[in-house]
């Protein structure tokens, strides 16, 4: 009898901690932002096991990136002409989002799409990224999310979290896409704060219609470094795409994370 009592305040104590443990965390996100005290920077210090931080292997990405990859025009040489926007992506019998064929290419390209978020009941969100693309290689990237999360005889919390950035499109194929954004970060909580971020990101069309992406920006505000990222699966039905992935969220020592889904068009 007295282990079935013990037993039972067991997992009763368990449930109340982990309902604790997310069911503030947006609050936790706030009170780190007011601190503002000098935290540990983990762009700045060691990895565990290397001498090299975590800064220097973003660098080094963008590096690889930026230079050692073949250029435009050596590939432009190879198949004998530029590489252009599609007018939709898998408009045509294989290219994806770019072609090297005259007749289904344009000059302009808009994007946008929206997503449903959710952790768990008490946290959930939308996100809307937007994509203006006037040439191959360039493009004015927007991502908003807000979250919102319900506080147990208490008003909800909210965080609203803002990209823009401008990216460059350093290896755009007929069925890959590979970016490096640089730009501003504002973020909503109570008060606002402010910062710059870095953005890499890649979607590769394996087969029509479908494709897999992922984008991630990484910045810090008031010393509070921060990651958001996502994976999708995508499906494209002409002009507009279904996709279903993985959202991430870290912000100093909160993570949030979890499923997400939407749609999303192109012009």
Known sequence: MKNSIALKAFILCFIFIQNNAYSQKLQKIEKELKKNEDMPNAYEQPNKGSDKSTGNVLSEIVGTILFNFPKESDLQQLYGSPIKLSKYTYSGQSDARYTRVAEEQKMLNFDLQANY?????????????????????????????????????????????????????????????????????????????????????????????????????????????????????????????????????????????????????SL
């Open 117 to 265: 978020f959710i952790e768990n009941k008490e946290l959930q969100g939308v996100q809307i990224f937007s994509r203006f693309q006037f040439m191959p290689k360039v493009s004015i990237d927007l991502q908003y999310s807000g979250l919102k999360e319900e506080i147990e005889n208490g008003s909800p919390s909210y965080l609203d979290f803002l990209h823009v950035n401008v990216s460059y499109h350093r290896l755009a194929l007929t069925r890959f896409d590979l970016w490096v954004g640089m730009g501003y970060t504002s973020l909503w909580l109570e008060d606002n704060y402010t910062g710059l971020n870095l953005n890499l990101g890649t979607e590769i069309y394996f087969v029509k219609p479908f494709s897999i992406s992922t984008n991630w920006y990484f910045g810090s505000l008031e010393d509070i470094n921060f990651t958001e990222g996502s994976t999708d699966f995508k499906v494209y039905l002409q002009r507009f795409q279904l996709f279903a992935g993985y959202q991430y969220y870290q912000l100093g020592e909160t993570k949030i994370q979890g499923p997400r889904g939407g749609v999303g068009f």
